[in-house]
């Protein structure tokens, strides 16, 4: 069993900057993949970024260039760093632990809301 709990999460205003934190229990090497996920009202949960054991690392088309994601496999810890928030970014962000696609293990997430 892979425990996986975000923090970070808050409000900021529009064009601010905010970093999530996924730490995890333990590491598997089958599942290598560590992925952010976010969900809006109404809307799919959708992918915004993913990172490999070996850092690999694959982007959201709408999130290029303003986050950034990264890990310490030592400290089983992941981090997601989110610069120029838009409104449209305010939604629940998960972590999740597995191999992409296929996430078995989940966090319960963490709000991230955006004033504009």
């Known amino acids: 069993q892979v425990q996986l709990v975000e923090s970070g999460g808050g409000l900021v205003q529009a064009g601010g900057s905010l970093r999530l934190t996924c730490t995890i229990s333990?590491?598997?090497?089958?599942?290598?993949?560590i992925a952010w996920y976010r969900q809006s009202p109404g809307k799919q949960r959708e992918l915004v970024a993913s990172?490999?054991?070996?850092?690999?690392?694959t982007y959201a088309d709408s999130v290029k260039g303003r986050f950034a994601i990264s890990r310490e496999n030592a400290r089983g810890t992941e981090y997601l760093q989110m610069n120029g928030l838009k409104a449209e970014n305010t939604a629940v962000y998960y972590c999740?632990?597995?191999?992409?696609?296929?996430?078995?293990?989940w966090g319960q997430g963490t709000q991230v809301t955006v004033s504009s």
């Open positions: 990172i490999t054991l070996g850092g690999s690392t």
């Open positions: 333990r590491i598997i090497a089958s599942m290598p993949v």
């Open positions: 999740a632990n597995g191999y992409s696609p296929t996430y078995p293990y």
